[in-house]
């Protein structure tokens, strides 16, 4: 069965600071994976979105930057944090499809708070 | 313009009642699929129930059932006989086919059951 993993779970760091968020899937090929924020008591904004390995879309402008430097592996970076990251980060792929009807799944997420 | 609207920011429904959370979409695609996820406190996100735009019955999934109305662009998420473990988030969400794999979330209405 596929898994998800998603880490740190939490994370603090001060402004101005690098970050690097991984997530990694297990038991499928070449799936789709994205990164998603969401704001405290909101919905997900997607960040970034990645169909193959080195193509990653991204789409809001922002400090923010996105990686898949192999199939299953998807890393989320910043090169210098703002206080407007904090938020919770969460990593979902989904199968290949032209149609509809495949879900996305999701990891545990990683509450970033910045300080 | 919104393209997933949930009205109910939060609601109360007593253990073992039935509850209707609500779920408009706007889309122009023909195609497209309609998904619910729940998010407890924790904050994992799990996929729920989806419905396709071409689907001629509503898609059920346990105690879920998905109230398709296509004409009115409604896709209300019902849950029968409440438990407290349904206390959570939940979002409605929208795949495009025109736009590859990515969801559209709304803003998610948060459920509290009483018992």
């Known amino acids: 069965s596929q898994t998800i993993h998603q880490w740190p779970a939490t994370l603090v760091q001060p402004v101005g600071s690098p970050l690097s968020l991984e997530c990694t899937v297990e038991?499928?090929?070449?799936?789709?994976l994205y990164w998603y924020r969401q704001a405290a008591g909101r919905g997900l904004q997607l960040l970034f979105y990645?169909?193959?390995?080195?193509?990653i879309s991204s789409e809001v402008p922002q400090n923010l930057s996105a990686s898949r430097p192999q199939d299953r592996q998807f890393i989320l970076s910043s090169k210098k944090l703002l206080l407007s990251d904090s938020g919770f980060y969460l990593c979902?792929?989904?199968?290949?499809?032209?149609?509809?009807?495949?879900?996305?799944?999701f990891g545990d997420g990683t509450r970033l708070s910045i300080l | 313009a919104q393209k997933i609207t949930q009205t109910q920011p939060g609601m109360f429904v007593q253990e073992k009642e039935a509850v209707t959370l609500d779920c408009t979409y706007d889309?122009?695609?023909?195609?497209?699929?309609l998904f619910w996820y729940k998010q407890p406190s924790s904050g994992e996100m799990i996929f729920l129930i989806y419905?396709?735009?071409?689907?001629?019955q509503n898609a059920t999934e346990g105690r879920y059932s998905l109230n398709f109305q296509k004409a009115r662009k409604s896709a209300n998420l019902v849950i029968s006989a409440s438990q407290l473990g349904d206390s959570a988030m939940y979002f409605c969400?929208?795949?495009?086919?025109?736009?590859?794999?990515?969801?559209?979330f709304g803003q998610g209405t948060e459920l509290s059951v009483k018992p």
């Open positions: 979902a792929w989904s199968v290949q499809s032209k149609g509809t009807n495949q879900p996305q799944h």
């Open positions: 038991g499928t090929s070449n799936p789709n």
């Open positions: 990645s169909v193959g390995i080195g193509q």
């Open positions: 889309t122009s695609d023909p195609s497209y699929g």
């Open positions: 419905q396709g735009s071409y689907d001629q």
């Open positions: 969400a929208m795949r495009e086919r025109n736009q590859g794999g990515k969801l559209i």
